[in-house]
């Protein structure tokens, strides 16, 4: 049996292995309350290894090799940025998001801004979130095609059918349980593919003197990449519906600040090592599509690793995949699904057409994203595009803990439109002037919402002056 069907084999043994964990959660799943929230609360370092988890999906491993290989090591700060943004999450919104005690960003926003506001972010997120997915598939494809030996596209279809079956079972609490086991073997993986990696270039010291000095200077990948990847990293940690939804999990304000400041000391050590391993590979095989870095160094090793690494890349695929699809289909539930049907969360508790509402929903915008991701190119810029969107809202949650007198409902409405159509449009036109659409994303709520305030402080003004 070829070493690839060999890994691939015992690859599929352990994505049973979650299965069945997911079935057996499905008894939980009992209601569209139980299945969108988990049903119960959960202790501060697992909920931490799920949201480490949710951010390593296969794009951190293959998207940090890609950019590496051309970047060096510099490409470790997109992960790097990620734990930026934990660290200010657990100081700045943990405690307040879960005094709150909503699940969704969109319900954060109504208490504000009001419904129009409630709608436009729900719609943002959800685009946000296909758009994770259609990055997900397109690396996790990247992987099965070069095991398989089968092209990208088919292998693309494979992996969202199957993830199609898998997230649909257990909701919430499968999702919790097999994401902190994805996220054990995710690691795994990744330490082992490194060492693998750097074996066959001769180790540290010849990775060292055979790549140019600039591979392994900080900033190589340019100061201003750098602070986008900073800037749209922490934006999606701020306003993403799956960290909220997870950190309402846990059943005190400490421990959503512990399990925030846990995630961001997992997600360092991963980048470095999926950094280096692209760097490795950029030595091994130097004439490659960089895409190809990571599962080029995966299709080197012997079956025993192979399946270690594999094991853990279909659990970041079908890890982030349930993730998001569970974010999305709690939004369409609680956003459009109970508006419609004039009813509370609390009246559907006992209603079989929520619960079926929730599954389809789940399973349909898993198998969406398909199509989108069998012509993306670039894995991470594709990625940061979905996190340069959620930057605009991550502004305005900060408005509303920090600043809610600031602006107005209709400058909050006007800014997530605005976001969505010229950050979308800024990254289709190629980032003008070098210019990152994550820096779009950032301005714009900051200008409009600057001039929705500006009658109520000229009234001010106003008052002041006939006072005096």
């Not at 209601?31 to 390593?56: C, D, K, Q, R, W």
């Not at 970047?71 to 100081?91: E, Q, T």
């Not at 950190?247 to 846990?262: F, G, H, M």
């Not at 070098?434 to 009658?455: E, F, K, Q, R, T």
Request: hydrophobic residues 55%; charged residues 10%; proline residues 3%.
């Amino acid at each position: 049996m070829d070493a690839n069907w060999t890994a691939m084999s015992l690859a599929i043994v352990y994505i049973l292995a979650m299965g069945v964990i997911s079935y057996a959660a499905k008894r939980f799943a009992n209601t569209a309350h139980n299945f969108t929230s988990g049903g119960t609360t959960y202790p501060a370092l697992l909920v931490g290894f799920l949201l480490m988890s949710e951010f390593i999906g296969t794009t951190a491993s293959v998207g940090t090799a890609q950019a590496a290989y051309k970047w060096g090591i510099s490409a470790a700060w997109n992960l790097a940025a990620l734990g930026i943004g934990f660290v200010l999450y657990a100081f700045l919104f943990a405690r307040k998001f879960k005094d709150l005690g909503e699940n969704t960003i969109s319900g954060v926003m109504a208490k504000t801004y009001g419904k129009g506001t409630k709608l436009a972010t729900s719609i943002i997120m959800i685009a946000a979130l296909q758009i994770v997915a259609i990055s997900v598939y397109a690396s996790g494809g990247a992987v099965l095609a070069g095991l398989l030996k089968i092209d990208r596209a088919t292998a693309i279809v494979i992996t969202g059918v199957v993830a199609a079956l898998y997230v649909s079972m257990g909701g919430m609490r499968s999702v919790i349980y097999t994401n902190v086991m994805h996220a054990i073997v995710k690691y795994i993986g990744i330490l082992v593919a490194t060492a693998f990696a750097l074996s066959q270039v001769g180790g540290m010291g010849e990775l060292r003197a055979r790549l140019p000095a600039e591979m392994f200077a900080i900033d190589t990948a340019g100061w201003p990449q750098i602070f986008a990847w900073i800037l749209a990293g922490t934006g999606a940690v701020f306003s993403t519906q799956y960290v909220l939804q997870a950190i309402s999990t846990v059943d005190n304000a400490a421990k959503a600040q512990r399990a925030s400041l846990y995630t961001a000391l997992l997600l360092v050590p991963f980048g470095l090592a999926a950094a280096l391993c692209g760097m490795c590979a950029s030595l091994m095989f130097p004439k490659i599509n960089a895409l190809q870095a990571f599962p080029m160094v995966v299709s080197q090793m012997d079956s025993l690793m192979a399946a270690v690494v594999v094991a853990g890349l279909a659990g970041s695929l079908f890890g982030t995949i349930s993730a998001i699809s569970i974010g999305t289909a709690t939004l369409l539930y609680k956003d459009f699904y109970l508006p419609a049907v004039h009813k509370t969360d609390a009246v559907t508790a006992a209603d079989s057409r929520a619960l079926m509402f929730v599954r389809i929903a789940s399973t349909v915008v898993c198998l969406l994203p398909i199509p989108l991701a069998i012509f993306a190119p670039d894995v991470l810029k594709v990625t940061f595009l979905a996190k340069s969107l959620r930057l605009t809202l991550a502004v305005l949650v900060l408005f509303i803990f920090y600043a809610p007198q600031f602006g107005t409902p209709k400058g909050a409405l006007t800014s997530i439109l605005l976001s969505l159509v010229l950050t979308i449009g800024w990254y289709l036109a190629g980032d003008p002037y070098g210019i990152d659409n994550a820096y779009v994303a950032l301005v714009i709520p900051l200008i409009v919402m600057s001039v929705s305030h500006l009658p109520r402080l000229m009234s001010a003004s106003r008052t002041m002056r006939d006072t005096a």
